[in-house]
């Protein structure tokens, strides 16, 4: 009787490919790549405005940020992820490749892109105006936002290109992939320093995007268009920085945003900074209505230890004539 063994020498065979191809991914797995963890944990005391509840005024907030690097097929691959208020939420990723030359692509899921990256660049010694307020958003351009999106970075001549665009809607699933009802949106940043036009201390850019609206029975939605540019200017231990930008709804009966910000800051040593700024969000096209920025705000570090404080104030809040909103914050921080 013949034994027949084809069957059992396939199966050698397949197991023998599947050793290989093991062997192979072990190999790809085990390229030489740098891993880094590092975070910091911030403890704060706030203090609302007497017409909202503060509840309990402590906090305490930590974010870990793990970054790994390696070369893949000649090109340098980098991997960044921070996870804030715990191992459970993840706020932002981003997976880049650097092509030399030709330029950095990455895909973006929080860490900032584009026109993005210019949403405020007034100078300050601590958080921004706007930060703890009822209204944060109104006027920070930024169409095709931070969250799901492909980024190109290059730097020409001294000019760095930053170019955000997404398709679809940048609310994530928990693959990653965008989700629910959206358009696309493309923007772009452009900065440089003082060194084209020979002014130390310089440090100017600007931008522009357009983000789809999609449209209504009967209704027709043009682009929202967003656009800033800014200058900020350092001469010793001071710098002044100023910035415009202006949002265009292109919806009827919706209001526009235009922005006037301007911010100075103060290095008294090399430790203590103080900071004082303004900011006007005028509201066209429904409610011409003007909300009204101020803040100061005051740091001091001492090795990896910092103390920061911020008083910041708006009224006309979110262009509603007569809401007004405060916020006094005392953080400490600790880096490691």
């Known amino acids: 009787m013949k034994t027949i063994t084809k069957g059992k020498n396939m199966n050698n065979i397949k197991k023998i490919g599947l050793t290989a191809l093991a062997g192979s991914l072990v190999a790809i797995s085990a390229q030489a790549a740098e891993m880094a963890v590092n975070g910091a944990t911030l403890l704060t005391y706030t203090s609302e405005d007497k017409t909202e ?5 402590m906090g305490m907030k930590t974010n ?7 070369e893949v097929n000649g090109y340098t691959v980098s991997y960044y992820n921070n996870m804030s208020d715990g191992m459970n939420s993840i706020s932002s990723a981003r997976l880049s490749i650097d092509m030399g030359d030709i330029g950095t692509i990455a895909y973006d899921n929080g ?3 584009g026109l993005a990256t210019l949403d405020d660049k007034t100078p300050t010694a601590a958080e921004e105006i ?6 944060t958003a109104a006027g920070r351009v930024g169409a095709a936002g931070s969250t799901g999106v492909m980024n190109y970075v290059n730097t020409f001549e001294g000019v760095t290109l930053n170019v955000a665009a997404r398709k679809g809607s940048g609310t994530s699933q928990s693959d990653g992939s965008s989700s629910g009802v959206g358009q696309g949106a493309w923007d ?21 995007g357009e983000a789809e609206q999609g449209s209504q029975p009967g209704t027709n939605y043009g682009e929202k268009q967003h656009s800033t540019v800014f200058a900020n200017y350092s001469a010793g231990p001071v710098t002044f920085g100023y910035q415009m930008s202006y949002i265009n709804s292109n919806v009827l009966g919706t209001d526009d945003n235009q922005v006037d ?9 090399e430790n203590l900074s103080l900071s004082y700024g303004e900011r006007d969000v005028v509201y066209e096209g429904g409610t011409d209505v003007t909300e009204k920025f101020d803040g100061i705000a005051v740091a001091y570090t001492m090795g990896s230890m910092k103390i920061a404080g911020n008083m910041n104030d708006v009224s006309n809040s979110a262009g509603a004539s ?6 006094t914050e005392i953080a400490v921080s600790f880096a490691f």
């Open 261 to 269: 910000a301007w911010g100075l800051a103060f290095n008294v040593n």
């Open 188 to 208: 772009f940043a452009l900065t440089t320093d003082g060194s084209l036009m020979g002014v130390d201390g310089l440090a100017i850019g600007l931008g522009y």
């Open 53 to 57: 509840v503060t509840g309990n005024p």
């Open 322 to 327: 007569g809401t007004n909103d405060s916020m």
């Open 111 to 113: 860490s900032g892109s």
């Open 130 to 135: 706007w930060d703890g307020l009822d209204s």
């Open 64 to 70: 870990l940020n793990f970054t790994a690097s390696g």
